[in-house]
């Protein structure tokens, strides 16, 4: 009797699953093109006085407000939030691409504005006050989405209702413990990002 092989799951597990591949490039797409408007509308003198009405705030001690909070949470929930709900739909693939590649469009938009504006020292302000949020939104994000793909196919298949079930809450802790992470980036928004700023700030003055 021949023994029936069965498969290795560190080796299945190791697997990248292309859906990143795509997801990346539609993001980078998103990128290059918000640069390129950007260069095309050429606003770069907003930039500039956003950036002295950020500093007088900065200095004289502003404290959180409702709307900083509220602007702050909105930053950094959109997307993920935005992938969770396109893994409803049944071309969830197309539509979680679309929100990676619209976030990466925003995102070199407003990097490219402050380049535009500040030269050297705009590449060092947008680092400070974008760099913890995309460290944070573009993993989370990309775990969700892979995680709804999952689940997706998952409900389609024949599976008993007991591991829809399981798939489902599976779903759901995910998206917890990433509503955890995206919780203490929007806390390092409102009380560590504007030191980095005004940090930067101070090298322009």
């Known amino acids: 009797m021949r023994k029936r092989r069965l498969p290795d799951p560190a080796s299945k597990s190791s697997r990248l699953d292309p859906s990143v591949f795509f997801f990346s490039i539609a993001f980078f797409l998103g990128v290059i093109g918000g640069y390129f408007c950007c260069r095309a509308s050429g606003a ?13 705030v900065l200095v004289a001690g502003g404290t959180v407000t409702t709307a900083s ?54 590449v060092l302000i947008s680092l400070c006050v974008f760099g913890t949020r995309i460290l944070l939104i573009f993993p989370i994000s990309i775990a969700i989405a892979l995680r709804r793909m999952r689940s997706a196919g998952e409900r389609t298949g024949r599976r008993t209702a007991r591991q ?14 990433s509503s955890a992470i995206l919780a203490l980036g929007v806390l390092a928004e409102l009380t560590f990002v504007p030191k980095l700023v005004s940090l930067a700030l101070r090298q322009l003055s």
């Open 44 to 56: 770069g003198s907003e930039i500039k006085e956003y950036l002295n009405r950020y500093a007088q």
């Open 69 to 122: 909070l509220l602007g702050a949470a909105v930053s950094y929930y959109r997307v993920p939030c935005a992938v969770y709900l396109c893994g409803v739909f049944r071309h969830a693939f197309y539509l979680i691409c679309g929100v990676f590649l619209l976030e990466g469009f925003l995102l070199s938009f407003a990097v490219a504005n402050f380049t535009l504006a500040l030269g050297r020292s705009g």
């Open 164 to 177: 829809k079930a399981s798939s489902g809450s599976r779903d759901r802790r995910c998206f917890i413990f």
